[in-house]
Structures are given as structure tokens and as C-alpha cells.
């Protein structure tokens, strides 16, 4: 009789290629949001979440047009720390999350 023992997200991910790469990108993403998050201007920051990495393109998913709009303003800042951190980054793009309905 075969049993089965529980495993973690993480260990299960490690097993598929694939979804390892999936993690390590999630991962990668939460770490670039933390390093520009000091330069977000605090009202901003909780609507503002990690997206997608595509090759040396990031997406920053905002809640909103008007949070879109200040960011714009402050992405040449953002790429510039970022690549000054290590990230091989040439833009950020930006998408306006809509609520759920």
C-alpha cells in the first residue's frame, strides 16, 4: 500500500520545471515591488501590486486611472533604481486592474 505524504507548494514546484519557473518569476516580481516601494508615495502603495515579468519588461498591476497617471510619472525613477539594484530591466508597464463583479 502506497502512501501519500503532503508536500508544500514549494516542493511540489521544484519537481516540475515549469512550475518552478513560475515561482521563481512570482518571487523575482514581489522583490522588485519591494525595492521601488520606498520611492511610492505612501497613499499609492496598497494600490499597487506585482505583475508578470516578460523578458525584460515588468507589469505593475494599479488599481485605477488615477494611480496609473502618478505612476507614469514616476517609472523613468522606478527603471532607474531598479537597474541600479541589478535588474536587468528596459520598462514598466502598467495595468489598470478592474474589480471583480
Excluded: F
Excluded at 83 to 96: A, D, M, N, P
Amino acid at each position: 500500500m502506497r502512501r501519500h505524504q503532503p508536500v508544500s507548494l514549494q516542493q511540489a514546484a521544484m519537481g516540475m520545471p515549469t512550475l518552478a519557473r513560475l515561482v521563481d518569476m512570482s518571487r523575482e516580481s514581489s522583490m522588485r515591488l519591494k525595492t521601488i516601494e520606498g520611492l511610492l508615495p505612501g497613499t499609492l502603495r496598497t494600490s499597487v501590486t506585482a505583475g508578470p515579468i516578460d523578458g525584460p519588461v515588468w507589469c505593475l498591476l494599479v488599481r485605477g486611472n488615477a494611480v496609473a497617471a502618478k505612476l507614469r510619472q514616476l517609472l523613468p525613477a522606478l527603471e532607474a533604481h531598479l537597474r541600479s539594484k541589478g535588474c536587468e530591466i528596459t520598462s514598466i508597464r502598467l495595468k489598470i486592474q478592474t474589480p471583480a463583479r
